[in-house]
């Protein structure tokens, strides 16, 4: 049963342009959300974060934003760069404290 | 700064054999966790440790032991390794302010049961 969902395995974009990678979950009981990036042969890093109660959070060129009445989420990449090629992973907490992870996007920047 | 150290980087076993992958954090961190990567899962949490002395159960804790030994080691057994625990182990600790402070990763160990 997976309770973050990336349906998009992968996604190409070229240089410059805007990246928008997806997300759902199925509980409404996530109430703080994440987005981590994977290089391969290196572990994930955290890349931003919102919580429930807000709809949009920006840090520089990558903004998240949440739609709870759809239990989805997107993070945008404006301009997408090539090393802005990874697997990105969304997160949720809900009431405890483990974090539920997504099954990943890769994302390809081409030039 | 190391950040988090996992040992071994690869790993090839036997069905049946039993090893240990070892992590260690420098930064002092409370929350220690173990996650394995998988093809189309994505990052399953195995077990993890809030705290020195404490350990809990994930989504996927069957076929795995964990010992927190002291607040900077956490370490995950196999006792009798099957192939369907190939896979790629990510260790992780996180500060205190939990969901405010993100988990950081170690670089992972690959593991392949023959």
């Known amino acids: 049963d997976q309770q973050v969902k990336q349906n998009s395995p992968s996604l190409s974009v070229q240089e410059g342009r805007i990246s928008i990678l997806n997300c759902d979950y199925t509980?409404?009981?996530?109430?703080?959300f994440l987005w981590y990036k994977k290089y391969p042969a290196e572990g994930p890093t955290f890349l931003i974060s919102?919580?429930?109660?807000?709809d949009k959070n920006e840090d520089g060129r990558f903004t998240v934003f949440l739609n709870k009445s759809a239990k989805h989420l997107s993070l945008h990449i404006v301009p997408s760069q090539p090393g802005d090629s990874a697997v990105y992973f969304c997160?949720?907490?809900?009431?405890?404290?483990?974090?539920?992870f997504g099954t990943g996007t890769r994302l390809q920047v081409f030039p | 700064n190391a950040g988090v150290t996992q040992t071994p980087k690869f790993q090839v076993l036997k069905t049946g054999q039993s090893m240990t992958l070892q992590c260690a954090q420098d930064m002092n961190h409370n929350s220690m966790y173990w996650y394995r990567q998988d093809p189309g899962m994505g990052l399953r949490l195995i077990y993890y440790s809030a705290s020195e002395g404490t350990t809990d159960k994930g989504e996927v804790p069957n076929g795995y032991n964990v010992s927190r030994l002291n607040k900077r080691e956490f370490s995950l057994r196999l006792e009798s390794a099957a192939p369907s625990q190939t896979s790629v182990y990510f260790c992780?600790?996180?500060?205190?302010?939990?969901?405010?402070?993100?988990?950081?990763f170690g670089n992972g160990t690959r593991l392949t049961v023959t």
């Open positions: 509980n409404s009981m996530f109430d703080y």
């Open positions: 997160a949720a907490y809900k009431n405890t404290d483990k974090l539920i």
């Open positions: 992780a600790s996180q500060g205190t302010g939990r969901r405010a402070s993100p988990l950081h």
């Open positions: 919102i919580s429930s109660i807000k």
